[in-house]
Structures are given as C-alpha cells and as structure tokens.
C-alpha cells in the first residue's frame, strides 16, 4: 500500500509540475492530431486523437517532454478506430501510439527544458507540408526575434506545390513533399558527403517552403531562421 501511494504521488506532482499543449483546429475541416514522444519521453493521449473545425484540446505532458504534433487529414476509421488517412497517416490506425506519420505532414516539434533549462520548439517542413501550422508559447509577451514568438507556416503551401512534389487524392493537392521524401538524393537529403551544414544547401522544395514560410525549417540545416527558444511556459498549436 505505501508503495502504491508513493507511485501516485509521485505521479501527482509530476503531472502539477508539467506543461501543456494547447491543439486548436481552424481548418475548416475535421482532423485526427498525431502525437510522437521522442526516444524515451513517452507518449501523450496513446498518440492521436479526432478534433473538429473550432474544437481545441489541452494535452498534458512532463516537464522534460519532447516529441512532435501533426494533422492528419483525410482520415475514415471504423467502430474500431482502424482506418486511412490521405495525409500523415500512422498506420492506418486513430491513435498512432508510438508510430511517426508518413510524409508529408507539416510537424510542430519541441524539446521541453533542453539545453541550458531553455525549450526549443520550431515547426518543421522537412518532410514536407500538408496544412498551415503556427506554434507559440502561451506566457510569451514581450518575446522578439526567436525568443518566445511564434514558429510556424500560416499559408496554404498545397495550390502552389511544384508538380513533382505533388500529392493528390480525390483529385485536390492534399500535401506538398519535399525534394528528399519526392525523389530521395543524398543531396536533397542532406546524406552522406552531405551531411554537414557546410555542404547540404537549400533543395527545390526548400526554396519553395522557405519562400512561402520563412519561420519554418526547409530542410535539415535551417536551423538559425527556424529554431525557436523560451521557457517555463505552456504552447498554443494551431492548425489551420
């Protein structure tokens, strides 16, 4: 019995302790959130949840959490909660537990108490663009430049995605794939002899994403016009 109420304590205070994920859907259209825990840090929610147009839902997670959030579009699942999505599908099931999505899919990505006690959060294009995303710490006033301000792409990138990068289902562009997921090149990949900020430059896609949405990350290396820091403060997601 002690044993047992030390545990629920402990998991008392972890959750008094930890912060919070504001999902906000104004899309226009329903979605299925994805949720991936890094290595470790667990996964909130088993990893997905439905989310109507005007819905919004808080997601409880440890102080140190970190890990990534995305909107799956285009979803059908059964009584069962099996099923397809046209966009960041995980496996063909509601609650991803555990599984990435399948590019492309704009990410909301954020490491809690990271280097230095500070979080890093960003929203990344990396493995392409499905629907517009803004990220933005909730005590965040009085923020500038990269400092506790809003990450994120608020355009449309899917009417204007080059053809190659393309991706259609009932005859709409539902996702805009990058250079790397569309035709993957060690060079567009940042890969091997590429694998260093010295050599992986800016591929077609990238170009495009950060022409459109300069606070985004284009491709692997975009770190100095892409990686947001703040502190001890809660995040607003918002899709759409």
């Known amino acids: 019995m002690a044993i047992s109420l030390l545990l629920t304590l402990l998991a008392a205070a972890e959750l008094a302790s930890g912060r919070q994920f504001n999902i906000q859907n104004n899309l226009g259209y329903t979605i299925w959130v994805g949720i991936l825990g890094n290595s470790g840090k667990g996964t909130p929610d088993n990893g997905g949840f439905r989310l109507d147009h005007g819905q919004r839902r ?5 102080d140190d959490w970190g890990g990534r959030f995305w909107a799956r579009t ?3 699942f059964n009584q069962n909660g099996q099923g397809h999505c046209a966009t960041g599908d995980c496996g063909d099931k509601l609650q991803c537990n555990g599984a990435g999505g399948v590019p492309p899919a704009t990410l909301a990505e954020v490491t809690l108490k990271g280097s230095g006690g500070q979080d890093y959060y960003d929203v990344s294009l990396v493995d392409g663009f499905n629907v517009p995303v803004q990220m933005k710490p909730t005590n965040g006033q009085g923020g500038s430049g990269y400092r506790c301000t809003t990450a994120g792409c608020n355009k449309n990138l899917n009417p204007g995605c080059p053809n190659d990068l393309k991706v259609q289902s009932g005859g709409n562009v ?39 949405c300069p606070h985004a990350y284009g491709y692997a290396y975009d770190d100095k016009t892409s ?13 759409g």
Request: with cysteine; charged share 10%.
């Open 58 to 62: 808080s997601v409880g997670v440890a």
């Open 74 to 76: 285009g979803c059908n």
């Open 174 to 212: 539902v996702g805009c794939k990058s250079s790397c997921v569309a035709h993957n090149t060690d060079q567009f990949c940042c890969r091997g002899q590429y694998n260093n900020p010295n050599v992986c430059k800016a591929s077609p896609s990238a170009g495009y994403f950060k022409g459109n």
């Open 227 to 239: 990686t947001f820091t703040c502190a001890n403060t809660d995040y607003d997601i918002i899709f």
